[in-house]
């Protein structure tokens, strides 16, 4: 999930866009070709699956911008991608590549130009219903009902329901295999060396950092005892918040008021107001990253850490462990000794440690409107959904590339670099339908989860461990929220704006300050979000 921060265009500007080339697209093409079956059929064998005509498939990948990687569109995996795929399907599938921190921006530009690949996705909800307004998207529902067999029977009714729109198949949502979120994580070398016992709650945490500042024990020049920074994909104060939430919020409170969107902070939750405050206090004491309003992808933050300077941070619960940026391995090798570890300090007012995490549906995966090839698109998903194309693409070739051990693939090694290279745990990049490892039992996924990381399995296993406990999931609305869609990408940027003032304020001023900013959140179309919320809480519960 992480790999820098999202860039976001104005909604209205890409609406116009859109709905321009939409118009003008009209005549492009439609959703069928040459190979299209009668209407009823259920079959996906591969004759009649095989068009008579050869197709190109065009597939967005990302782009993490990982040092070494190979061709995205023209490597081991591509290779084997079209050796299977494209040969039993009379295709060449193209890879067209989309920098991940610029994923939303570049998105709605391809779209808008009518230059979007055939199957594009991305983890913004408001996006996709954006382009679904403007009906730039394709009814996938007949398609996965004549093509998709195996694609609908692996994501089942619980994970499909997040790709659908007023009852129409729009999307289709990856699995999430693993729910857990984000965990935040110390210098566990810093806390033996200052002979301190890992903090449990936020005031035990705040000692820490001071100590930290104080007595700096990595001796560095520069100590930043709590990392931060205002990136969009771990932003707001994180999971701080958690410790100033009152645990009794009802359901209605939680649905309308928590955070639907982790870029999105929860301004109006009872408690949140206390959480931005005590980063307040963090900043004036010393205790954040001096440039943390600047730093909006992150990468000033990744090479604190890297090297060596920063005592703590909040990120992906797997953050550290990742090959992109690799800050742990960054960080060993500029500071032998040094050891992270996931702590869980944000107890809340009932003694408890919730934590958000995600709710079961990932990537939202489409196809345009203007596309030629939507048949050909939900053929490529069917065939991606079979377990055996699934276990190749997340792990590689067995006895090669990966051992099986206790039923569990365990890598070799030979996937970190060169040609083979995964530029993310589990090659998520290629393999779209799973969010995280994927060997069809939950338990299997558990436990082999760890075996992604080589060399940090025991440290994943406890650091899925931390995050999972008393993890819990968004609400789940069977409605979008239009408003939400709307106002998503300008209300973003105002929150990190805002964000900035208040964390920066003098003390004395910060009770006024965030009354008037969370009133400028509101009139800038933060109102309308809540209002739709609680009107499609009400309709959805029957109230």
Not at 13 to 42: E, I, R, V
């Given at each position: 999930?992480?790999?820098?921060?999202?860039?976001?265009?104005?909604?209205?500007?890409?609406?116009?866009?859109?709905?321009?080339?939409?118009?003008?697209?009209?005549?492009?093409?439609?959703?069928?070709?040459?190979?299209?079956?009668?209407?009823?059929?259920?079959?996906?064998?591969?004759?009649?699956?095989?068009?008579k005509k050869h197709r190109t498939l065009t597939v967005e990948v990302f782009d993490r911008g990982k040092p070494g990687q190979p061709d995205l569109n023209n490597n081991y995996w591509t290779k084997y991608i079209n050796d299977n795929f494209g040969k039993q399907y009379n295709a060449t599938v193209k890879f067209v590549t989309v920098p991940r921190s610029q994923e939303v921006e570049k998105l709605n530009v391809l779209m808008a130009s009518s230059d979007a690949p055939d199957i594009v996705f991305t983890y913004d909800a408001g996006t996709v219903y954006n382009f679904v307004q403007q009906g730039g998207l394709t009814?996938?529902?007949?398609?996965?009902?004549?093509?998709?067999?195996?694609?609908?029977?692996?994501?089942?009714?619980?994970?499909?329901?997040?790709?659908?729109?007023?009852?129409?198949?729009?999307?289709?949502?990856?699995?999430?295999?693993?729910?857990?979120?984000?965990?935040?994580?110390?210098?566990?070398?810093?806390?033996d060396k200052l002979g301190l016992p890992v903090p449990t709650?936020?005031?035990?945490?705040?000692?820490?950092?001071?100590?930290?500042?104080?007595?700096?024990p990595g001796q560095v020049s520069g100590v930043i005892p709590y990392g931060y920074s205002l990136s969009s994909s771990t932003?707001?104060?994180?999971?701080?918040?958690?410790?100033?939430?009152?645990?009794?919020?009802?359901?209605?409170?939680?649905?309308?008021?928590?955070?639907?969107?982790?870029?999105?902070?929860?301004?109006?939750?009872?408690?949140?107001?206390?959480?931005?405050q005590y980063l307040n206090k963090m900043f004036h004491a010393g205790l954040l990253s001096p440039n943390f309003v600047t730093d909006k992808d992150g990468k000033l933050s990744d090479a604190d850490i890297?090297?060596?300077?920063?005592?703590?941070?909040?990120?992906?619960?797997?953050?550290?462990?990742?090959?992109?940026?690799?800050?742990?391995?960054?960080?060993?090798?500029?500071?032998?000794?040094?050891?992270?570890?996931?702590?869980?300090?944000?107890?809340?007012?009932?003694?408890?440690?919730?934590?958000?995490?995600?709710?079961?549906?990932?990537?939202?995966?489409?196809?345009?409107?203007?596309?030629?090839?939507?048949?050909?698109?939900?053929?490529?998903?069917?065939?991606?959904?079979?377990p055996q194309n699934t276990l190749f693409l997340q792990n590689g070739k067995e006895g090669e590339d990966y051992n099986m051990v206790n039923g569990v693939p365990v890598q070799t090694g030979t996937t970190t670099s060169g040609d083979k290279m995964m530029t993310v745990a589990n090659n998520l990049d290629y393999d779209i339908l799973s969010n995280g490892i994927e060997l069809g039992?939950?338990?299997?996924?558990?436990?082999?989860?760890?075996?992604?990381?080589?060399?940090?399995?025991?440290?994943?296993?406890?650091?899925?461990?931390?995050?999972?406990?008393?993890?819990?999931?968004?609400?789940?609305?069977?409605?979008?929220?239009?408003?939400?869609?709307?106002?998503?990408?300008?209300?973003?940027?105002l929150s990190a704006q805002l964000l900035a003032k208040l964390i920066t304020a003098k003390p004395a001023e910060f009770d006024s300050l965030y009354k008037s900013s969370v009133q400028q959140f509101m009139d800038q179309g933060g109102k309308a979000v809540l209002d739709e919320f609680v009107k499609n809480y009400d309709a959805q519960n029957g109230q």
């Open positions: 999930m992480k790999a820098g921060a999202r860039k976001f265009v104005s909604v209205g500007f890409a609406t116009l866009m859109l709905a321009s080339s939409l118009s003008a697209c009209s005549s492009k093409g439609n959703n069928t070709s040459d190979n299209t079956k009668p209407s009823g059929s259920t079959q996906n064998t591969a004759s009649e699956g095989t068009s009814d996938l529902g007949p398609l996965l009902d004549q093509y998709g067999s195996a694609l609908t029977s692996y994501l089942g009714e619980d994970i499909l329901k997040y790709g659908k729109y007023n009852g129409t198949q729009y999307a289709v949502s990856a699995k999430r295999t693993i729910l857990a979120g984000f965990n935040t994580f110390i210098r566990k070398d810093w806390l709650t936020a005031e035990q945490f705040y000692d820490t950092m001071v100590a930290f500042k104080e007595k700096n932003p707001g104060v994180g999971a701080i918040m958690e410790a100033f939430k009152p645990s009794n919020l009802t359901e209605k409170q939680f649905a309308t008021l928590q955070a639907q969107s982790v870029s999105m902070p929860p301004w109006n939750l009872p408690g949140y107001d206390k959480a931005v890297s090297n060596g300077k920063v005592g703590a941070f909040f990120t992906n619960w797997d953050g550290p462990y990742r090959t992109a940026p690799g800050t742990y391995n960054n960080l060993k090798a500029n500071v032998p000794g040094a050891e992270l570890i996931p702590i869980d300090p944000w107890q809340n007012d009932a003694g408890n440690h919730p934590k958000q995490g995600y709710s079961p549906n990932g990537l939202y995966i489409f196809v345009p409107k203007f596309s030629k090839n939507a048949d050909l698109a939900v053929q490529y998903l069917n065939w991606m959904a079979d039992d939950p338990q299997k996924n558990q436990a082999a989860i760890s075996a992604g990381y080589p060399g940090y399995e025991k440290e994943v296993e406890n650091a899925l461990k931390v995050s999972m406990t008393e993890n819990y999931a968004p609400y789940y609305y069977s409605t979008p929220n239009a408003a939400d869609a709307k106002y998503h990408s300008q209300l973003t940027s």
